[in-house]
């Protein structure tokens, strides 16, 4: 059996082992180059999710090993350039793990955005999270003004504490520039507001389920 080849699974959220299902190699000539790829079909230990996998090398990209031949020559070895597909980035955000507790609708927009943060498509990414406030904030029938009004009435009526309302309204994400043009924002910045996001997501739909159910758990004792 072939060794297992780790890589970053997409289902997993880490690197792990994955086993080789199917394999074809192809290789090419052209004008006294020469060149292969490989294409991959893999299937992760863990989570039995499927990566394609295509492996790229030819004549002119190489670098030294490190090591002489017994001739005291230098041994090249080439270049492999690895793509993966599905796309994957290397940090990889997780759903928080009560997911299934959001309402529908919010949760079907918060599986995109995170999607298109693990696919590396970061426009996507910038206008997904600022439709995805818009998404709850509709869901909570908060439709007046624009976004910065609207999380300003999130904490208005309680739902969100000062500190998030705060960091929501600082964030480029919500700024209005940002809902005319398909701005480009470093992984930095998206991985910054995912944290917002989470914390807004926990506030409204979690903790208040959380809290019901251990007033409901009191009251149980009580009674006995
Ligand atoms: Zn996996």
Partial sequence: MEKPIKILCKGCKIKTNHNLISEKSFEWTYEGMWGQNDHQLLICNGCDSVTYRQVSMNSEDKHPSGS??????????????????????????????????????????????????????????????????????????IKKGD?????????IKNLVSTNLSDGLQESRFVGN????????????????????????????????KKVAKLKKRNSRKEKK
Avoid: Q
């Fill in 177 to 208: 520039d940002c809902a005319h043009k398909a701005e480009l924002f470093s992984y930095d910045e998206l991985e910054a507001a995912f944290s917002l996001i989470d914390a807004l997501i926990n506030e409204i739909y979690i903790l208040p």
């Fill in 68 to 141: 002489k031949d017994k001739d005291g020559k230098i041994v090249w070895e080439l270049d492999e350039a690895v793509t993966l597909y599905p796309p994957r980035h290397k940090v990889m955000i997780s759903p928080i793990r009560l997911v299934w507790h959001l309402p529908v609708e919010v949760r079907e927009v918060y599986m995109e955005v995170i999607d298109s943060f693990n696919s590396k498509i970061p426009r996507l990414c910038g206008i997904g999270i600022r439709m995805l406030i818009e998404t709850i904030c509709n869901h909570l029938k």
């Fill in 147 to 155: 976004l910065i009004d609207r999380i300003n009435l999130l904490h």
